[in-house]
């Protein structure tokens, strides 16, 4: 790779990602080069390195989850399977085992739901309260269309705004986070006309935005909505206006897997079954076996996927509610062989 690109009448002073995401749109070849990195990228992070960890004995993946990282969510190496992207095409190389069904659950909208009970913004309340999805409300309302109109790569492309700018980024710094996290190319033009409008439709974040910021500078303390406190410096601007949400989300996950460890114990009646590729003779019908960040994954023997959804959905549901008051929580289920069957 050259050390320098010419775009029209400029060089660029160098090929890094961030430099080529910036000046997207100059130069159709500057996509496709971010576009190549990417998928190089996912070929080699995303193929060997997840088979040669399977274990000869059990066929499973056990990976190492640290539950102490400064936002209170978990950390999961060795391998990481926190950061497997959520395309069908990569989930659903992960299968249940021979007489077993992958059982699903997710929180539906939770960071922006906790946006919503955090700012109590109005707009973002009523979206929740009336069970809308606040990705189709915010896509509605970028493209000047009615919900029912826009399409699922319009919803798609509001992600990363809503993500962004609930948590406080600038224009510059969208463009990055949109490009990398969304695969949705932004000008700086439109991410300056994006940011204006997302915060004319949702003016309670931006209040919440400047309290939580003055707050945080005077005391230098974040809070998720349970009150655990993390300590930060007075210049981690983005962090006081992130850690209350990813907090909080983590502070659920954690209670989320009480609820539903104590929701599979209860229910130990259930007759086990004789697992061949366990080191143990008998293995629970129902297991749990992944959770990231707001999703928990069971393993329940055939037969018994129902029962499995069932408790698997409650404890999340009665998690989400020690934290929300003022939105519903919302659980969203699949039942299949790969963790793509949601």
């Known amino acids: 790779m050259l ?11 160098d090929t890094n990602n961030t430099t080529l995401i910036m ?43 640290w539950p102490f990282l400064v936002s209170g969510r978990y950390g999961i190496r060795n391998p990481n399977l926190g950061q497997i992207p959520r395309e069908t095409e990569y989930r659903e190389g992960f299968i249940a085992s021979n007489g077993r069904k ?16 955090l700012s109590e913004d109005e707009e973002l309340l009523r979206i929740f309260r009336e069970g809308k999805d606040a990705h189709y409300e915010t896509a509605a309302a970028l493209n000047h269309k009615s919900v029912v109109k826009v399409t699922k790569s319009e ?70 909505i349970c009150g655990r406190r993390r300590y930060m410096g007075e210049d981690a601007h983005g962090e006081y206006l992130n850690n209350p949400v990813q907090g909080t989300g983590a502070d659920m996950l954690k209670t989320a897997l009480r609820y539903v460890y104590d929701n599979l114990k209860n229910t130990m009646g259930v007759p086990p079954v004789r697992h061949r590729n366990c080191v143990r003779d008998y293995v629970p019908s129902i297991i749990m076996v ?12 055939e037969g018994f996927e129902d029962r499995a959804q069932v408790l698997l959905n409650d404890g999340m ?5 020690v934290f929300l008051k003022k939105v519903p929580t919302v659980v969203e289920g699949g039942i299949g062989n790969t963790w793509a069957s949601k």
Request: proline share 2%; with cysteine.
């Open 102 to 117: 992958l059982v699903i659950g997710d929180w539906k909208n939770i960071e922006m739901c906790i946006i919503a009970e």
């Open 317 to 321: 549901k009665r998690a989400g509610e």
């Open 155 to 224: 919803r798609q492309e509001a992600k990363p705004l809503n993500f962004g700018f609930g948590y406080g980024m600038g224009a510059a710094k969208l463009i990055l986070y949109a490009k990398a996290g969304y695969g949705v190319d932004l000008s700086f033009k439109e991410a300056r006309k994006f940011r204006k409008m997302w915060f004319d439709k949702y003016k309670g974040v931006g209040y919440w935005h400047e309290e939580v910021l003055k707050t945080g500078k005077r005391t230098r303390v974040s809070r998720t």
């Open 3 to 13: 050390s320098s690109l010419r775009i029209l009448d400029k060089t660029l002073k």
């Open 290 to 301: 992944n959770h990231v960040h707001d999703e928990l994954v069971l393993a329940a023997s």
């Open 23 to 65: 000046a997207a749109g100059k130069n159709p070849i500057i996509n496709k080069v971010v576009d190549y990195r990417e998928v190089s990228k996912r070929c080699t992070s995303y193929s060997g390195t997840y088979i040669e960890a399977i274990n000869p004995i059990t066929g499973r993946i056990h990976c190492d989850f």
